[in-house]
């Protein structure tokens, strides 16, 4: 039987023509499981941090139909542990995307053990898209991590839900040792409309491929992880 929790999110979604109108509902999940270090996770804070703060990513906010998008920044790890360390928020401004980073920078870490449950991941996502009070043409789960699933529902049973109720979920794996995770992605965690992956091979080149997928998302733009790296405006 499936929990009440996937029965619930395979209805339809809700009508939310009383919701603010954005350009983007995004929420990056990041993997902050046993297998992330303490060097390794503020590698993550840190190029989230510097990536949010790149003029180019809030060129691309601008550039939208309403330029403004909602974003929320959450970190997981086991089937059951997911842990919002910044809520949904409204950005349209530099101000806005400097608030985020300060939070992502000041925050301390919350989950320091547990598997890697990236499709239970994709579920939290998709409930808290359908929740969060915005209104947006695109809604992206956002999924980083050095592992494949060890936990909880196969990926592709939470990739396929989000998919089912419109929403795209992209990926950035963390290769490190294990070259095999950017093929897991591609085939298990990416779907939905113009789904991409953006494979980081090592933890320091994290901050890189984080801004290159976020000018990606944010634009709007589909594709492979070899078409982001030829894009001038998000390479340097």
């Known amino acids: 039987m499936l929990p009440a929790l996937l029965l619930a999110l395979l209805l339809p979604l809700p009508a939310r023509a009383q919701q603010m109108a954005v ?4 929420i990056l999940m990041a993997d902050a499981s046993g297998s992330i270090g303490e060097d390794e996770f503020q590698l ?20 939208g139909r309403h330029g403004r998008v909602a974003l ?9 542990m997911q842990h919002a360390i910044v809520p949904w928020t409204l950005i349209e401004a530099k101000t806005d995307l400097a608030f ?12 320091y053990f547990g598997g890697t449950a990236p499709g239970n991941a994709i579920l939290y996502g998709v409930a808290s898209i359908q929740a969060n009070g915005f209104n947006g043409r695109r809604k992206v789960i956002d999924i980083s991590g050095d592992g494949e699933d060890i936990d909880g ?3 592709t049973q939470g990739r396929d839900t989000a998919v089912a109720q419109g929403m795209t979920v992209n990926g950035l794996p963390i290769i490190e040792e294990w070259p095999e995770l950017a093929a897991f992605f591609r085939d298990n965690i990416i779907g939905g409309p113009g789904a ?11 901050g890189v491929a984080v801004r290159k997928k976020l000018i990606r998302e944010i634009a709007g733009v589909g594709g492979t992880g070899e078409e982001l790296a030829k894009m001038p405006e998000a390479s340097k």
């Not at 929320?72 to 059951?80: C, D, F, I, L, P």
């Not at 985020?100 to 989950?111: D, H, K, N, S």
């Open 196 to 206: 991409f992956h953006v494979p980081a091979k090592y933890f320091k080149d994290f």
């Open 100 to 111: 985020v980073a300060g939070q992502l920078l000041e925050t301390p870490r919350e989950i």
């Open 72 to 80: 929320a920044y959450v970190e997981w790890s086991g089937a059951h």
């Open 44 to 63: 993550q804070r840190q190029g989230y941090a510097q990536a949010l703060l790149d003029p180019r990513v809030l060129d691309a906010i601008r550039h």
């Open 23 to 26: 350009d983007l509902e995004l």
């Open 153 to 155: 529902i196969p990926a």
